[in-house]
């Protein structure tokens, strides 16, 4: 029986719907409670730090000035335009963004260090902050921090000889301006820590909702100066992180400090506020782009200038070069470009800092090209899918722009799929006849590949200091027959286990209940690098695989030194080693594997327990997604009447867990084109500091999500899976803006800017009236 392929029931489930999951705030229970005095200005001085006029017993007041010899955090990238600014744990000169950590009340309870809080002396002499683009790049600009001449904090380019005489030679040239608002990861579970001193060991666990418990052990070490042995991290059931948790932030290491100092157990647990000011955000981006195309609609030059927001610092371990970078690199996406020129930049400002969030960039960049395609379109007289057909690559592997290798993969066969079930003609017909009734529909495509999977030489091509790619599987088999996997990848809820027991189960011939997964503990875990840029089921599902291999072959050898045959006879099958009409339970020979080594010690060593190790070059998903919605004209509403996704993410492991990815990006994504932005008023106060004003959607804004599986298997990963968890997210905004800007074309306007959300849009037909 096969396991890989089948749609199983996620085994993380049963306890998590029973409320029997074991979230940080679960642990926090017992500890004394920490919170942060936070900055309520974007920049400034500070003045005065003082503590309230009465501790209660047992309350602190902890401040940056306690923090000393404590380090900065300063992620480092090998580039000579790279500005490598620190970040204090706690500053003690400046503020740099409104909600940045100050100093920390700890308390018996929560309420007491919230009430603390308030009375806590706080003078800042205020500066006028650097707030958006415009304010960071104007000539004279103050800088948000000296070492940053004009406000850049990282640079690239690409200029090919001889581009702006291809450009200016094509037949059509197609300009696009546009921008992207900064949005939030917005986890349902926020972040939070609970740090332990442990008095028997002298060694200190800190559990916290994290993605990279490995790094975030790392770092916080590293700026303690502590021995990294001295400290355990462990992500319990993360309730969600979309990148969002990978980053190193100021509380974490404020918390083991202050267990190590105080020898005792601290709690912090943020609220919706922090998370929504004071964690990371991300896609806020400006690109202007200019395609020059020949007459038959293709592509002969791109080019694009690219700036991203990333607010007051750089995070570890990725850095603020994320998203203007990748974006750099991965412009041309799924398309043939001859040509490609690009600039990209990222502009420091007094504002939360940027780190990944689920797509990473992607999403803006296939906003860009895919709108730019439509534009395309209508000036050349084309069908929409009709130019992105003559435009995909349609041979592999191939090489992008920027030379990347493109595996074997699916573009123009998703985007065929897609149309065939959308009944383009069909719709056209229903589009015309509702505009009769002044009623406005649209239809937008979008196609896009997602580099997945990618390993040690992609990240180190990116000069970090910090180069997370391989993945390392410990699997041991129990005398009992059960398997144990320790893995360095640490899932957030994405049913991992299960499709790697998966994995596992096929290559024992066990089933996946015998498997157990354990991740998420440094003690316990091999070194890893967590859950991130949809790569745990490709590299860590892969170092599964070879893990697995080895172990089979041991019990193969194992197997035929007892049933008296060779081992290329043995097939591990349904708990049975079997060779022709002999068999043995697998569970009986991992007894006597353990307790009668005499019998197998010479075919197999003295215990059953393998490593693999998997670090692939990366591969690329892709799929077409397809929004069909309809516009209210007089409000500007917007309702998402049917969304499709034919997404190509070669071999399925478990089809249920696959859908349930899709469907939970897509929604991302949807909020993303429609409803979520994060405000910052010109002062640096942001706006959107609760739900009430973030406005994430409900299930009654995101329709049913129709999935078409294709499954192209290339040679780019062992296990034949290519990653999928960010790409619903990545496409989402360009299809649903490209059906907004279809539904609207009789009032002449065009969408660049998401979210679209109704003031949005009724400012862009204020005034109008359709044309017949």
């Given at each position: 029986?096969?396991?890989?392929?089948?749609?199983?029931?996620?085994?993380?489930?049963?306890?998590?719907?029973?409320?029997?999951?074991?979230?940080?705030?679960?642990?926090?229970?017992?500890?004394?409670?920490?919170?942060?005095?936070?900055?309520?200005?974007?920049?400034?001085?500070?003045?005065?730090?003082?503590?309230?006029?009465?501790?209660?017993?047992?309350?602190?007041?902890?401040?940056?000035?306690?923090?000393?010899?404590?380090?900065?955090?300063?992620?480092?990238?090998?580039?000579?335009?790279?500005?490598?600014?620190?970040?204090?744990?706690?500053?003690?000169?400046?503020?740099?963004?409104?909600?940045?950590?100050?100093?920390?009340?700890?308390?018996?309870?929560?309420?007491?260090?919230?009430?603390?809080?308030?009375?806590?002396?706080?003078?800042?002499?205020?500066?006028?902050?650097?707030?958006?683009?415009?304010?960071?790049?104007?000539?004279?600009?103050?800088?948000?921090?000296?070492?940053?001449?004009?406000?850049?904090?990282?640079?690239?380019?690409?200029?090919?000889?001889?581009?702006?005489?291809?450009?200016?030679?094509?037949?059509?040239?197609?300009?696009?301006?546009?921008?992207?608002?900064?949005?939030?990861?917005?986890?349902?579970?926020?972040?939070?820590?609970?740090?332990?001193?442990?008095?028997?060991?002298?060694?200190?666990?800190?559990?916290?909702?994290?993605?990279?418990?490995?790094?975030?052990?790392?770092?916080?070490?590293?700026?303690?100066?502590?021995?990294?042995?001295?400290?355990?991290?462990?992500?319990?059931?993360?309730?969600?992180?979309?990148?969002?948790?990978?980053?190193?932030?100021?509380?974490?290491?404020?918390?083991?400090?202050?267990?190590?100092?105080?020898?005792?157990?601290?709690?912090?647990?943020?609220?919706?506020?922090?998370?929504?000011?004071?964690?990371?955000?991300?896609?806020?981006?400006?690109?202007?782009?200019?395609?020059?195309?020949?007459?038959?609609?293709?592509?002969?030059?791109?080019?694009?200038?690219?700036?991203?927001?990333?607010?007051?610092?750089?995070?570890?371990?990725?850095?603020?070069?994320?998203?203007?970078?990748?974006?750099?690199?991965?412009?041309?996406?799924?398309?043939?470009?001859?040509?490609?020129?690009?600039?990209?930049?990222?502009?420091?400002?007094?504002?939360?800092?940027?780190?990944?969030?689920?797509?990473?960039?992607?999403?803006?960049?296939?906003?860009?090209?895919?709108?730019?395609?439509?534009?395309?379109?209508?000036?050349?007289?084309?069908?929409?899918?009709?130019?992105?057909?003559?435009?995909?690559?349609?041979?592999?592997?191939?090489?992008?722009?920027?030379?990347?290798?493109?595996?074997?993969?699916?573009?123009?066969?998703?985007?065929?799929e897609a149309v065939h079930i959308l009944d383009i003609p069909a719709f056209r017909e229903r589009q015309r006849a509702a505009r009769a009734e002044g009623r406005y529909l649209g239809l937008g495509l979008s196609v896009f590949n997602e580099r997945t999977g990618y390993g040690t030489p992609a990240f180190a091509a990116r000069s970090m200091d910090v180069v997370p790619g391989y993945e390392v599987?410990?699997?041991?088999?129990?005398?009992?027959?059960?398997?144990?996997?320790?893995?360095?990848?640490?899932?957030?809820?994405?049913?991992?286990?299960?499709?790697?027991?998966?994995?596992?189960?096929?290559?024992?011939?066990?089933?996946?209940?015998?498997?157990?997964?354990?991740?998420?503990?440094?003690?316990?875990?091999?070194?890893?690098?967590?859950?991130?840029?949809?790569?745990?089921?490709?590299?860590?599902?892969?170092?599964?695989?070879?893990?697995?291999?080895?172990?089979?072959?041991?019990?193969?050898?194992?197997?035929?030194?007892?049933?008296?045959?060779?081992?290329?006879?043995?097939?591990?099958?349904?708990?049975?080693?079997?060779?022709?009409?002999?068999?043995?339970?697998?569970?009986?020979?991992?007894?006597?594997?353990?307790?009668?080594?005499?019998?197998?010690?010479?075919?197999?060593?003295?215990?059953?327990?393998?490593?693999?190790?998997?670090?692939?070059?990366?591969?690329?998903?892709?799929?077409?997604?397809?929004?069909?919605?309809?516009?209210?004209?007089?409000?500007?509403?917007?309702?998402?009447?049917?969304?499709?996704?034919?997404?190509?993410?070669?071999?399925?492991?478990?089809?249920?867990?696959?859908?349930?990815?899709?469907?939970?990006?897509?929604?991302?994504?949807?909020?993303?084109?429609?409803?979520?932005?994060?405000?910052?008023?010109?002062?640096?106060?942001?706006?959107?500091?609760?739900?009430?004003?973030?406005?994430?959607?409900?299930?009654?804004?995101?329709?049913?999500?129709?999935?078409?599986?294709?499954?192209?298997?290339?040679?780019?990963?062992?296990?034949?899976?290519?990653?999928?968890?960010?790409?619903?997210?990545?496409?989402?905004?360009?299809?649903?803006?490209?059906?907004?800007?279809?539904?609207?074309?009789?009032?002449?306007?065009?969408?660049?800017?998401?979210?679209?959300?109704?003031?949005?849009?009724?400012?862009?037909?204020?005034?109008?009236?359709?044309?017949?």
């Open positions: 029986m096969n396991w890989v392929g089948r749609r199983l029931p996620r085994s993380e489930d049963p306890p998590l719907l029973r409320g029997e999951g074991r979230y940080v705030p679960d642990i926090a229970i017992g500890a004394r409670a920490v919170r942060f005095l936070r900055s309520p200005v974007a920049s400034g001085r500070i003045v005065a730090l003082r503590p309230p006029p009465a501790m209660p017993p047992g309350c602190l007041f902890v401040t940056g000035a306690d923090l000393a010899g404590v380090g900065a955090i300063k992620p480092g990238l090998r580039r000579f335009n790279y500005r490598a600014v620190e970040q204090p744990v706690l500053p003690v000169e400046r503020v740099h963004f409104v909600g940045q950590a100050i100093a920390a009340i700890v308390a018996p309870s929560a309420a007491l260090a919230e009430d603390l809080l308030e009375e806590c002396e706080l003078d800042i002499a205020v500066d006028d902050p650097v707030i958006g683009f415009e304010a960071a790049l104007a000539p004279g600009a103050a800088l948000v921090h000296p070492i940053a001449p004009g406000n850049v904090a990282v640079e690239g380019e690409i200029r090919p000889e001889g581009f702006a005489e291809t450009l200016s030679a094509a037949a059509h040239v197609v300009e696009f301006a546009f921008r992207s608002g900064r949005q939030s990861a917005m986890p349902l579970e926020g972040r939070g820590g609970v740090a332990e001193y442990d008095r028997a060991t002298g060694r200190i666990r800190l559990s916290a909702s994290a993605q990279m418990p490995h790094q975030l052990r790392t770092g916080i070490a590293q700026l303690l100066g502590m021995p990294e042995a001295d400290l355990q991290v462990i992500a319990p059931d993360v309730g969600g992180g979309f990148g969002q948790k990978m980053a190193l932030f100021p509380e974490y290491p404020v918390l083991v400090w202050l267990a190590r100092k105080h020898r005792g157990r601290f709690a912090w647990v943020e609220d919706r506020n922090e998370n929504l000011i004071a964690s990371a955000h991300s896609r806020d981006q400006r690109h202007v782009l200019r395609a020059g195309f020949d007459p038959e609609g293709r592509l002969l030059a791109l080019e694009a200038d690219i700036l991203a927001d990333v607010g007051a610092f750089s995070v570890f371990p990725t850095t603020c070069a994320v998203e203007p970078l990748m974006a750099l690199a991965e412009y041309p996406g799924p398309y043939k470009v001859p040509a490609y020129a690009v600039r990209a930049r990222g502009v420091l400002t007094h504002t939360c800092p940027m780190a990944p969030y689920r797509g990473v960039s992607r999403p803006v960049i296939t906003f860009g090209i895919e709108r730019l395609m439509d534009r395309a379109a209508a000036a050349l007289g084309l069908a929409p899918d009709e130019v992105r057909r003559r435009n995909l690559h349609d041979s592999f592997p191939a090489r992008s722009a920027t030379g990347m290798v493109l595996d074997e993969a699916s573009y123009i066969q998703a985007l065929d599987v410990d699997i041991a088999m129990l005398p009992s027959g059960e398997v144990e996997a320790r893995i360095g990848s640490s899932p957030h809820g994405q049913g991992l286990r299960t499709t790697l027991s998966q994995i596992i189960a096929d290559r024992l011939g066990l089933d996946p209940g015998a498997i157990r997964i354990i991740h998420g503990d440094t003690d316990r875990t091999p070194y890893g690098w967590g859950s991130f840029a949809s790569r745990s089921l490709v590299i860590g599902g892969g170092a599964c695989q070879v893990a697995a291999d080895r172990l089979a072959d041991k019990l193969r050898r194992g197997a035929a030194r007892l049933l008296q045959c060779d081992p290329a006879e043995v097939t591990l099958r349904d708990w049975q080693a079997v060779a022709g009409a002999a068999s043995m339970p697998i569970a009986e020979l991992a007894r006597l594997a353990h307790q009668r080594s005499e019998l197998l010690s010479d075919a197999i060593g003295f215990n059953l327990a393998e490593t693999g190790q998997y670090d692939p070059g990366g591969t690329f998903s892709n799929a077409c997604h397809a929004a069909i919605v309809e516009v209210e004209a007089e409000t500007g509403h917007v309702r998402v009447e049917r969304y499709l996704v034919v997404e190509d993410a070669g071999r399925i492991i478990n089809p249920m867990i696959a859908d349930g990815q899709v469907q939970g990006g897509v929604a991302q994504g949807i909020a993303n084109a429609l409803f979520e932005e994060v405000i910052y008023a010109p002062d640096g106060t942001p706006l959107t500091g609760t739900l009430a004003d973030y406005t994430p959607p409900t299930c009654a804004e995101i329709p049913e999500i129709e999935i078409h599986h294709l499954e192209t298997i290339s040679e780019a990963t062992i296990t034949g899976a290519k990653g999928l968890g960010e790409g619903g997210s990545i496409g989402a905004p360009a299809a649903i803006v490209n059906a907004i800007s279809d539904a609207l074309s009789p009032f002449g306007v065009d969408v660049a800017e998401f979210p679209a959300t109704p003031p949005r849009i009724r400012a862009l037909i204020r005034g109008r009236a359709p044309r017949a």
